[in-house]
T-cell receptor, first 114, second 113 residues
């Protein structure tokens, strides 16, 4: 299957700082990328959908000024958690798809805000 | 409202003991149903896509089937390495081109040697 690389896999940051997470499609062009958040023993919750070169579409309840998404190229999307607080601690996962194919997921990023 | 319900929440099997996981869904027009495997601390790994009722797909000890209301993931003679959380997701056919997936909460499978 296609490979999606997500970096970093783990990050610990201080409250009030910003953290950037990268998601790269390594062997295909990702026309659409998705960002999810997952709490322990819970399902993946879609945060936003981004198409290359356009603004991301955020799900209801997700603050777009707090979770900045950039999809500048067909192989890279970034999620920046701005002014992070302990309640932002979670497992963040990206996925990517080319057109109408199945989506492939990154390895996930465990964010801990202290 | 589009919804995906997986059962059981957790399943413990002995090595070699075959069983099935269930994924029930309600969606306004099914575009596709997806099965993923997720190991602890990792992102989901794609297993299967099913598009229409009656469709079946197999991969090693796994077989996925689809009806108009549910999908089953059959595990034949499981091994300890099959232990993981199995996620089911649906993609609705209605409107838009985003194609985002709606996930169930998953079934955590443990296979004991």
């Amino acid at each position: 299957g296609a490979v999606v690389s997500q970096h970093p896999s783990r990050v610990i940051c201080k409250s009030g700082t910003s953290v950037k997470i990268e998601c790269r499609s390594l062997d295909f062009q990702a026309t659409t990328m998705f960002w999810y958040r997952q709490f322990p023993k819970q399902s993946l919750m879609l945060m936003a959908t981004s198409n290359e070169g356009s603004k991301a579409t955020y799900e209801q309840g997700v603050e777009k000024d707090k979770f900045l998404i950039n999809h500048a190229s067909l192989t890279l999307s970034t999620l920046t958690v701005t002014s992070a607080h302990p309640e932002d601690s979670s497992f963040y996962i990206c996925s990517a798809r080319d057109g109408d194919t199945e989506a492939f997921f990154g390895q996930g990023t465990r964010l801990t805000v202290v | 409202e589009d919804q995906v319900t997986q059962s059981p929440e957790a399943l413990r099997l002995q090595e070699g003991e075959s069983s099935s996981l269930n994924c029930s869904y309600t969606v306004s027009g099914l575009r596709g149903l997806f099965w993923y495997r997720q190991d602890p601390g990792k992102g989901p790994e794609f297993l299967f896509t099913l598009y229409s009722a009656g469709e079946e797909k197999e991969k090693e000890r796994l077989k996925a089937t689809l009806t108009k209301k549910e999908s089953f993931l059959h595990i034949t003679a499981p091994k300890p390495e099959d232990s993981a959380t199995y996620l089911c997701a649906v993609q609705a056919a209605r409107g838009g081109s985003q194609g985002n997936l709606i996930f169930g909460k998953g079934t955590k499978l443990s296979v004991k040697p």
